[in-house]
């Protein structure tokens, strides 16, 4: 669909990120920046995912300053608190059950990077994600099956983890882990990518 004129590297090393680029038809390396992602004190949750975000695309950047560099992180907020990746299957509960019946909010920072054409774009998407309200036996069934323990707010939303959201407002991408529309009209900006073939 599209055709890649620069050289793009996505700094992540995640299946689904990558996806989204391979479904396009980009051509893109994966070399994942490996950075603290340690939250400062009294960091907003917006502010923290767009400086993560431009601290992956940085690090590669540095290193590949020709490339345009896609780095991004998302977090999972409720009530401007952000919600990690659970330690165990008892966090994993507590982190669900507090989600149940209740709006959270996903922000993924999104940083396109090229030194060399001086491009520092950073900025952040919000998608507001309802959930319904289940029994922990059902919980604790969805826990089992292993998908919630890598994953933010304990619940991914393009497997199994589906059938635990009434609504959605906003870019459900931005959930998965990248604003596509927001990160594909950069692209476009900046003659990255062109319509295909």
Sequence with gaps: MFRTCKPLILASA????????TNLGLNFTSLPADIDETPET????TAFAMRLALAK??????????????????????NNRIL????????????????????????????LTCL???????????????????SDSILRAYIRTGE???????????????????????????????PINTCTSLLLQYGVIIPGP
């Design 42 to 45: 009294g960091e907003t949750p």
């Design 116 to 134: 060399q054409d001086n491009c520092f774009e950073n900025l952040a998407r919000t998608t507001s994600v309802t959930f319904t309200t289940f």
């Design 84 to 111: 990690g990746k659970p330690a165990d299957a008892a966090n994993a509960l507590d982190i669900l059950r507090s989600l149940q019946g209740k709006t959270h909010q996903v922000i993924t920072g999104l940083s």
């Design 14 to 21: 995640s299946p689904r990120r990558q996806q989204f680029l």
């Design 57 to 78: 695309a940085w690090t590669i950047a540095e290193q590949h300053p020709q490339a345009y560099v896609i780095g991004s992180d998302t977090v999972v907020t409720l």
């Design 148 to 178: 919630p323990m890598d994953k933010a707010g304990a619940y991914g939303i393009q497997g199994k983890g589906s059938f635990l959201v009434r609504t959605i407002q906003g870019s459900c991408s931005n959930v998965i882990g990248l």
